[in-house]
């Protein structure tokens, strides 16, 4: 497992939780880390991406203005702050690790070579 995900869990409507996500064995250094969100019976969609060496960071229309990507160098670490959650955030959240966060159309690429084995979230109406 090359990136550990933790912090899930069950939430109600409007709660909040906190990704995290740490390298296993690396350094995220000058890489850009995302994290995906993947609904069951749907493939997994790009939430968020940080470009670490200039901290350029990229939203899904879907959760602008309610999760927030951060990181913490001294820590190696990079975190999902999810706010306002509602149902259709539930899911596996997966972190991923790469060089670049490449949008097309609105989307993140699926180029990442890491990845981890994500955490579930579960958003009760």
């Known amino acids: 497992v090359q990136l550990v995900e933790s912090g899930g869990g069950l939430v109600q409507a409007g709660g909040s939780l906190r990704l995290s996500c740490a390298p296993n064995?690396?350094?995220?250094?000058?890489?850009?880390v995302a994290w995906w969100h993947q609904s069951p019976g749907k493939e997994r969609e790009g939430v968020s991406c940080?470009?670490?060496?200039?901290?350029?960071?990229w939203y899904h229309d879907s959760v602008k203005g309610r999760f927030a990507i951060s990181n913490d160098k001294a820590k190696n670490m990079v975190y999902l702050q999810m706010d306002s959650l509602k149902p259709e955030d539930t899911g596996l959240y997966y972190c991923?690790?790469?060089?670049?966060?490449?949008?097309?159309?609105?989307?993140?690429?699926?180029?990442?070579?890491?990845w981890g084995h994500g955490t579930q979230v579960t958003v009760s109406s």
């Open positions: 940080i470009e670490l060496a200039d901290e350029n960071i």
């Open positions: 991923a690790a790469d060089w670049s966060c490449s949008v097309v159309a609105g989307a993140l690429r699926d180029q990442f070579g890491r």
């Open positions: 064995g690396f350094t995220f250094n000058d890489h850009a």
